[in-house]
C-alpha cells in the first residue's frame, strides 16, 4: 500500500483560489491492479486553464469535481508495474493529476526521454504550451512568412514559445508582457522585434507605434484590454487567435468582452477559438519540430520551477494570475 | 441647367441622426461632359451601414464628408447622356446619393431590368442586401445543408434573404425579429422553421429551446445581447458571420462587446467579419441565382417603400433604428 499526499478541489472559488478552495489529505493507494503501474510524480504543471477546470460550466472539459484529485499533467517515474507497455524506471507524461503517487492504466501517457529535455521542458515548450503555440499558430492563425505577429503573455508558457515560432518561421513578432524585466528578456534573449510592457501605458498606442501597418496574427492569451487595443490595430484579414483569457479567469461577473470586435468587419478579420487537444493525433509531428528548434537554439525554453511539496500547489497556481513567473510554470516535488 | 434637392451631411449626430444632421438643399447641376450621363433618381436604398458612414472613422469606406451629398443606393433613369454605354430610357442602379438627379460618369452603374424586377427588389433581394446575404452565408459562413443557421434582424433586407437562402439550401432556419407580426411573417411567409420575438423575453433561453443542440451558423445583424445569446448556443465548429451591430450604431459609447466570445474556444467555433464589396466581381453569379430563386418562388423580397421627396430622407432613415420597418426599406421619389 502506498501512501500519498494529494490536492482535492475542497470547494468551488468565486474569484481568486484561497486555502479554502483546496484540502491537502494523504491518501492510501490500492494495490495494482492488471494493466496498472505505479507512478512517482516528479514535476506537476502549473497552466491558466486550471482556473477554467474549477468552474461549474460546460466547456470543453468536464470541471473537476468537489472531492476529486485536482488535474494536472505531471512528469513522473513509473516505480512499480503491471502494465505491459512500462516498466519499472521509466519517466513519463499524463494527467495524473496534483499528487506524489498516482495509478495509472496507460491512457494518455508519453514516455519521454530526460536526455533529449528536462522534465519541465517536457511540460513546457515540449509539452501542452509548445503544442498550444505550435497549432495555434500555424493551423489556426495559418501563419505566412512575412505576417506580423502580436503576442499577449509574451513571457508565459505559451506566448514565450508562439513567438519563438513565429520568428522561425519568418515573422516579424510583437511581445506583450508585465515590466521592463520580462519585455528585456523577449527582445534580448528570445528573439522578439519588439516588447511592449503592459503596465507602461496605453497598449493600444503603443501597438500602433510599433506596428504602425497593422498586424496580421494576434495570439491572445489574455482577453480584456490587451484584446480591444489589438482589434484596433488589425491589418486587413488578420486572425485573432483565442488561446485563453487570463485577465477574466478570477473576475466573479463575466468581463464586458471585446468593444472592438467590429474591427473584424473593418478588417475582413477573424476570431478563431481553439483546444490544443483536438490537435492529439499530430502532437508527434508538432513534438518533433519543437525538438529540432530547441536543438538548433532557435526556441529557448523558458521553466519557471518552484521546489516543494503537493501542498505548496495553491500558492503557486496562483503566481500565474499575478503575473509572478517567467516562462512554463512548473512544482517540482 | 438642372435643378436638384439634393440630402447633405450638415453634422455628425452623436447618437440618432436628427434634423440637424442633414441640410436639405437645391442645387444647379452643371452640363454634361463627355462621358457623363444625367440620372433622375426613382428609389433611394436606406441601409442600417449608413449610420457608419456618418462617423468619422477609418473604416471600409471613407466617412461622408460635412457639406457632401449623402452616400446612397438609388435607381433611376438615364435622361440624358453623352455616356457611350448608357442610353436616355436606361433604367440604372448605382451610388447616386440621396438627390433628385445626379451626374454620372457610369462607374459602378449598372443597367437594371425592371421587367424582372421592380426598383425597390433591385435595391434589396437583388441589390446589397441580397448580395450580402448571399457572400455572407454561402462564402463567409460556409453553409453547409443541414446546418442550422440563426438569423438576426431578420425581417429585415438582409436578414429575410439569408434566412431563405439558408432554406433553399437545405438548412433549417430560425430567426429573430422584434414583435409578434415579424415573427409571423418569418416562418408563415418566408418558411422560416422558427422565430423568436426578442421583445418576449431572455434569447438565450429561447434559442436554447428552439435549437437545444446549438447553432453552427449565427448570421449577426445586430450585435448586443443577442450576439451574447448566439455565443451561448454554439454547436461545436460554429461560424458567427459578422455581418452589422445595429444595436450599436447610435450608442454615444462603445458599447460592451460580446461578454461571451470565450464561447468561440469552447466550441472551436470562429467570428468573421465581411464587406460585401470584397464580392463585387462575383456578383452577377450571385444576382443570376438569386433570381431563379425569386422566379422559382424559393425567396420572397419584402420591401417596406415609403413615398415622399428628400427631404424625407432623415425621418425615413431612423426608421430602421426603431425597427418600423419590414423587408428592405426605400425611399420612393
Known sequence: ??????????ERPTGLPTADTWSVVTTELPPLTAGQMLVKISF?????A?????ND???????????EVMRALDIGTVVESRHPDFAVGDTV??????TEYAISDGRGVQRVDLNAASGPTWLGALGMPGMTAYFGLLEVGKLQPG???????????VGSVAGQIAKAKGATVIG???????????????????????????????VREVAPDGIDIYFDNVGGEILDAALANLRRGARVVLCGAISAYNEQKPPPGPSRYMSLLVFRASMIGFVVFDYADRYP???????????????KSREHVVEGGVAQFGDTLNMLFTGANTGKLVLAL
Do not use: H
Not at 500500500?1 to 475542497?10: D, F, N, P
Not at 506537476?44 to 491558466?48: F, N, Q, W
Open 44 to 48: 506537476i504543471s502549473l497552466d491558466p
Open 93 to 98: 507524461s499524463g494527467t495524473f493529476g496534483v
Open 285 to 299: 509531428e508538432a513534438g518533433a519540430q519543437l525538438a529540432r528548434w530547441l536543438a538548433e537554439g532557435r526556441i
Open 50 to 54: 486550471m482556473r477554467g477546470w474549477l
Open 147 to 157: 505576417d506580423t505577429v502580436l503576442v499577449s503573455a509574451a513571457a508565459g508558457a
Open 1 to 10: 500500500m502506498t501512501k500519498t499526499l494529494q490536492v482535492l478541489l475542497a
Open 176 to 206: 506583450i508582457a508585465g515590466g521592463a524585466e520580462k519585455c528585456r528578456m523577449l527582445t534580448e534573449e528570445l528573439g522578439f522585434d519588439a516588447a511592449i510592457d503592459y503596465r507602461a501605458g496605453n497598449v493600444l498606442r503603443q
Open 57 to 67: 460550466v460546460r466547456s470543453y472539459l468536464p470541471p473537476v469535481g468537489i472531492g
